[in-house]
């Protein structure tokens, strides 16, 4: 079973500072990252996808990838206290054509 | 529009029933999931259809059988329920699970207690 590792938390930034959110993944064939966020009592929605190694930058989101470390890292840029979720990460498993999600991270800001 | 719905929201129920859970996508996708979520909050796939055709079936107890009438259509069945099957369960959908996964698509959610 391949694996998919986030810090749990609670990460805690106050308003307006940037919020870093990192994630490691053993499967090496890995092509496809996503990162979901996931407030109390709903459903995963999708924030960013990645593919390619380098940043994509979506509005105050920033998705980084290094496929070299088997890293992804999502950056949240001016963090709002509406920033205030659980982020999932999630990583394709190529043996089966399935996503695996992490355990995700608690973040909290501050106002 | 709701694109991915689930009933019921809630289901309480005793240790030993049958209970059912509903989900339809109105998105199109040829692909539908279903996870289950527990209390520390990890989501943890159970079973993978594409085009009614079940493609991944996870080490879940065969107490959980789904059934995929058409494409639209993901329907789980738990039999002889127990309390370690408490948790949300969540249904979802991509366009294609092929050789690149796409986006998944969460529907609300069951809140399943066994008592």
């Known amino acids: 079973q391949k694996e998919v590792e986030q810090n749990s938390g609670p990460l805690s930034v106050p308003e307006g500072a940037i919020a870093s959110l990192n994630c490691t993944y053993s499967?090496?064939?890995?092509?496809?990252f996503f990162w979901y966020r996931q407030y109390s009592g709903k459903s995963p929605e999708l924030i960013m996808s990645?593919?390619?190694?380098g940043d994509k930058e979506d509005g105050r989101f920033t998705a980084q990838l290094n496929k070299a470390s088997q890293y992804v890292s999502l950056l949240i840029r001016d963090s709002q206290p509406s920033d205030s979720a659980t982020y999932l990460c999630?990583?394709?498993?190529?043996?089966?054509?399935?996503?695996?999600f992490g355990p995700g991270t608690s973040l909290s800001v501050i106002p | 529009d709701t694109a991915v719905s689930q009933t019921p929201k809630y289901l309480v129920t005793q240790m030993g029933n049958d209970k059912s859970i509903k989900c339809e996508q109105n998105?199109?996708?040829?692909?539908m999931y279903w996870y289950k979520q527990d209390s520390k909050k990890f989501l943890k796939i159970m079973f993978s259809?594409?085009?009614?055709?079940?493609?991944i079936n996870e080490t879940v107890p065969n107490r959980f059988s789904p059934k995929s009438p058409d494409k639209a259509h993901l329907n789980l069945h738990i039999n002889s329920l127990e309390l370690g099957d408490s948790a949300v369960y969540f249904c979802?959908?991509?366009?294609?699970?092929?050789?690149?996964?796409?986006?998944?698509?969460f529907g609300p959610g069951t809140r399943l207690t066994v008592l």
């Open positions: 979802a959908s991509s366009q294609d699970g092929g050789r690149r996964t796409d986006t998944q698509y």
């Open positions: 499967d090496r064939g890995s092509q496809s």
């Open positions: 990645i593919y390619s190694n």
């Open positions: 999630a990583v394709e498993e190529t043996s089966y054509d399935k996503v695996i």
């Open positions: 998105l199109g996708h040829d692909t």
């Open positions: 259809y594409n085009n009614k055709e079940l493609i």
